[in-house]
């Protein structure tokens, strides 16, 4: 059996000091003869990223250089937005003191309904009063066999109502295959990612100190 499953989770050691998170749209632009820029979208729009590390002790520089080998032929990780850990209204404590229905609240709730052309996300079985901001991320499984993940940031957000009900518009469009009733992550909402080749790039820092930085970019593959 195997004892490394992907997508992996960026571990713990891999402390990220240098950070750029965005959607990379896949368009074509051309202008008119009166100026007018008309786009063409020719693939999906996906999340990219370049993350740079602090200095890591020796045995945490081992943890990370073994962790990216894992990640050879194009291995899938979970990349996040480190900036966005937790809604920017709250932290971990927050979380903890929060309830649903008289249960602790653990950093999900449920994908009620995609509307507005996939811009409109209906969340249910928040916590009464839960905020989300501009900037914030959900996340969620979905296909055939919910082998593909979504990440959206939030463009329009809100506060839950009285039901735990809330409504946020979000980009990029939420794609075909979502269904009602799945999960939502709110804690690290992460897509799946690759390394770019040839991205991965380390430093020695004598006498036993090391830093690495790479670019990832989202994959829907399965």
């Known amino acids: 059996m195997a004892l490394i499953t992907f997508p992996r989770a960026k571990p713990d050691e891999l402390t990220i000091v ?3 998170f965005i959607l990379d749209p896949v368009q074509e632009v051309t202008p008119t003869r009166g100026g007018k820029q008309i786009a063409a979208d020719l693939g999906p729009t996906l999340w990219t990223a370049e993350m740079r590390s602090g200095q890591m002790e020796e045995d945490d520089f081992g943890i990370v250089r073994a962790w990216f080998d894992t990640l050879s032929s194009l291995e899938e990780f979970y990349g996040y937005d480190k900036l966005r850990e937790y809604p920017v209204s709250y932290g971990a ?4 003191a929060m309830t649903v229905g008289g249960n602790p609240f653990d950093g999900t709730c449920s994908l009620a309904n995609v509307v507005d052309n996939g811009l409109t996300v209906q969340l249910n ?6 905020k989300l901001r501009p900037g914030d991320y959900l996340a969620f499984e979905y296909g055939t066999s919910d082998e593909l993940r979504a990440l959206h940031r939030v463009s329009a957000g809100g506060d839950a109502d009285g039901s735990g009900e809330l409504d946020v518009e979000v980009r990029p469009r939420v794609r075909t295959g979502w269904e009602a009733a799945a999960t939502v992550m709110l804690y690290r909402p992460a897509a799946r990612m690759v390394v770019m080749p040839k991205s991965y790039t380390e430093t020695i820092i004598p006498p036993t100190f090391g830093e690495v930085s790479f670019r990832a970019i989202q994959t829907l593959g399965s």
């Open 18 to 20: 240098g950070l750029s």
């Open 93 to 96: 404590a927050d979380f903890a």
């Open 125 to 130: 079985s928040l916590p009464v009063g839960f």
